[in-house]
């Protein structure tokens, strides 16, 4: 009976499967994904999104104590210029969102043509928590609510609709843009472009709302008590207010902190909210060079005050106020950072264009290359300068703390450190070239003089300030050390010092120094500092007078587990003796993921929470309730939003993502390990159709590119993928997939591949179920070279694809990185390509470890993907690869996708190299007919009219 049974189960579920379809190129739009989560500051209420890969997503609130819930179509989280950083209002009675236009109209608008102004726009959507309700408000670009206080909300609407007849222009556009024309009011010296539009102020538990004009920024106070705004005034409207007003929220009262027209940004208030500061300028706006000044307002001033300006005291000589510096108050409100700059010179308007000549001079003494310092130039042009002035000193002076060649600086202790650290790789920078990466110097510079101590030279690594500023940790890459320095003597102190543990990388197998794993936290008044290894999080004592001790009591070693800290608080500086950790766990032999959970006060081992063969996503914690929102998902199950209320111990399933998929034919992932040649140990993935049957046999294809086994538990979409293998198509539609893991020998990244991928390959093969000769190889980028070196080392593979491969070392060498402007040498030295020598040092290495020379050898057909706006790999290397091939006699396809990136950007290309990608191995892995495209290809004079996907009896 029971034979029965278990025979009437499996033809049950052979049927079953036999009844689910494989997955087509047109499930792809629909396929959706977890987008934001957020929680309520009382934790009782939960919002997410779920997105589709292109239509219209929904926004979801859900109530965590009831089945309360408001479903929002094409609803997203903030939205616009400017939008708040949280859904809810602070008390948690309020929810602002914005709905975003129905997808096809966009598209159709797009096909239009239409000009931005005349594109639909952004709705913005306000929910009332208590009773349900959705208030829609149309064409609204920016809103925020107050950190902390009242639910008051200020949203910032669109330019009204412009539905009559355009007159023709009476004046000079002021911009090439077509969106940018306007009529300009000499007089009145406000472009109606640059107008502001109507600000509303809505108290939303009283219901009133007030509504303030021509608006072009606004900010509120941490406790939402006050408002700032700056208004622009109307070229049509003299009287129109213009200048810069703070609004009391508590008493309704307006005051006007500057009274003329400007350009007024960056406000931002103390952590007190009383004081404001800001940046403004009062030129014409039709000036080119922008003076700004740093404008200041406190409880006692009826109008702000210039507090900076090109003539301060202590501000060098031709600099100003930068109009693209940050403003920041010190926590303790004594002191304003700001940025100066050089003061721009304007535009020669004396130069004749095309009288003149366009180059680029390349110096052999620059610090950097001339592309890269193109690529960077529109960044550099806006650089400032960190600097401070001591807002309630008798003698106001500003504090320069960085220059051209100290630029780079970060505030200690929020800003009440009587320093900043600053760093700075100058006259370090020439090397970068080959090695990836600069050396760095650290200064100590005092923010009331600006006196400079240098505490660190030549520093291989990182350095970072303790959250109280008591001490300076870094770690040194030349020696795998961690190091501190104290900021009150000057002593110096290595942590890790006699430690047979280690706290750099263990894997590492790039021909460079190994990083650290990094920092997992500090503890309160800087007493310890808390430092990962491989597995465990150890406690330091930064003046190296208490021995280290293992935080997680070495369980993580001792069971193969690797803990990090979760940061549920993104506010905390510091870990307090009060506080639980969460850890995120990764199982190193199963890969299975989860929590532990340690009270930094105890000395026990961490507590399990939850460990299971999913992927789960950082925790989101309400900021006042043990509330948790979180999503998980494995290869088989589509990530859905879970909330739990005690402690992850239960949670609640919240969404129901792709229900479609039970649809289709899925598939299974499993970790397989083999041995290699030599004696290593490795591992991968093999994903198998759903409905797999042990006897049949079944066509492979690998697809690798460093490690991939860890993502063992990770879902995978359906999706067309910027290069990488679909791999959820491929398994759906009857094809084995595996994924090696490589490790590789500093000098020898071919053979390195052939060791890994081949013996993984030839261990699978002894199975029945894998057809040996049907197995094709797939990698982009990195993985693309290594495709290409296999197919000239083995036979065994009966078709190839490789994305943006380098096949020639050597012309690859002395290259740029179009995307950076770097010079492609530190990679071939340093990092990934890991030759670990100059091309003159070891010709024969570059030589050894590139396809082109061994072209004659290669019987495998072969699709080259090389893009030729590539940023990151020469795309005359793909060039190189289809030239030679085709001059031998080779089955070669090139596709070039016209403007595009190293990885494919744009969706329509995505979507057209998934068919052609499947056609490719459809017919020499399943004996499909041939595409048209593979067959004749396609002509010139065809292109952009057919593209060749009709399938034919011809033969490539």
Known sequence: MQKKLTLLFLLF???????????????????????????????????????????????????????????????????????????????????????????????????????????????????????????????????????????????????????????????????????????????????????????????????TERIFKFVTDFAFSKDGKQLVFASSGSAKDKAAPKGVFLLNNTTGVLKTLVKTKGNFKSFVFDEESEHLAFLGEIGPDKQEIKDYNLYYNSPTLDTAQILVDADMTGMPDKFGVSGEGRVTFSKDGEKLFFGIAPIKLPKDTTIVDFENAKLDVWGYKDDYLQPMQLKNADRESKRSYLTAIDIYSTDPKIVPLTDAKLPEATMINEGNAAYVLASTDFGNRIASQWTGGTVRDYYLVDVKTGARKKIIEGLDGNASASPNGNYIIYYNDKDMTWNTYQVATGKKTVLNTGMSVKFYNEENDVPALPNSYGIAGWSEDD????????????????????????????????????????????????????????????????????????????????????????????????????????????????????????????????????????????????????????????????????????????????????????????????????????????????????????????????????????????????????????????????????VAHLITRTNMYAAAWAGAPVVNMTSAYGGIRWESGMNRQFQYEKTQSRIGATLWEKPELYIENSPLFSFPKVNTPVVVMANDADGAVPWYQGIEMFTGLKRLGKPVWLLNYNNEAHNLVQRQNRKDIQIREQQFFDYYLKGAKAPVWMVGGIPATEKGKTWGFELTDEKP
């Open 13 to 207: 579920a052979s049927v079953a499967y036999a009844q689910k379809k494989p997955i087509d190129h047109s499930v792809y739009d629909n396929w959706e994904s977890v987008g934001i989560k957020q929680a309520s500051n009382d934790g009782s209420w939960s919002a997410f999104s779920i997105n589709k890969q292109e239509g219209d997503g929904s926004l979801y609130f859900q109530q965590n104590l009831s089945t309360q819930k408001i479903t929002v179509p094409r609803g997203t989280g903030t939205g616009g210029f400017g939008g708040g950083s949280s859904l809810f209002s602070a008390d948690s009675k309020f929810a602002a969102f914005t709905i975003k236009p129905l997808y096809k109209d966009v598209r159709q608008a797009k096909i239009k043509k239409k000009k931005p102004d005349e594109m639909t726009k952004d709705t913005l959507g306000i929910a009332n928590l208590t009773t349900l309700a959705v208030t829609k408000i149309p064409r609204v670009k920016s809103y925020k609510f107050p950190e902390n206080g009242a639910a008051i909300l200020a949203y910032l609407l669109e330019k009204p609709l412009d539905t009559s007849k355009k007159a023709k222009p009476t004046a000079t556009p002021a911009s090439k843009n077509d969106s940018d024309l306007f009529f300009a009011d000499e007089d009145a010296g406000v472009s109606a472009s640059k107008e502001g539009t109507d600000l509303v102020v809505k108290n939303l538990n009283a219901g």
């Open 527 to 786: 007493k310890e500092v808390y430092l990962y290894d491989k597995f465990d999080i150890w406690e330091f004592t930064p003046d190296g007078k208490s021995a280290p001790k293992n935080f997680t009591n070495g369980f993580g070693r001792s069971n193969n587990l690797t803990f990090r800290v979760a940061r549920t608080n993104p506010d905390a500086r510091f870990f307090t003796k009060k506080d639980v950790l969460w850890l995120n766990t990764f199982n190193n032999e199963t890969k299975q993921n989860g929590f532990y959970r340690k009270a930094a006060n105890s000395s026990k081992a961490p507590e399990l929470v939850i460990m299971a063969p999913f992927s789960y996503s950082n925790l989101v914690k309400a900021k006042n309730a043990d509330v948790y929102i979180f999503d998980k998902g494995n290869y088989t199950n589509s990530p859905d939003v879970y909330v739990s209320k005690d402690g992850l111990k239960t949670a609640a399933k919240l969404s129901n993502t792709n229900p479609q998929q039970d649809l289709y034919n899925w598939g299974t992932a499993e970790l397989v390990k083999w041995t290699t040649p030599k004696g290593y140990k490795s591992e991968g993935i093999l994903y198998k159709p759903e409905n797999f049957d042990p006897n049949k046999k079944y066509p492979m294809i690998v697809y690798f590119y460093e490690k991939l086994s860890d993502g063992l538990y990770s879902y995978q979409a359906p999706a067309p993928t910027p290069s990488r293998l679909n791999i959820p198509y491929f398994v759906s539609n009857g094809y084995l997939v595996f994924a090696p893991d490589i490790s590789y020998e500093t000098g020898y990244p071919g053979k390195s591949a052939e060791e890994f991928i081949n013996s993984g390959v030839e261990s699978l093969k002894k199975n029945a179920w894998v057809d040996g000769t049907k197995i094709g190889i797939q990698g982009q980028s990195w993985g693309g070279y290594q």
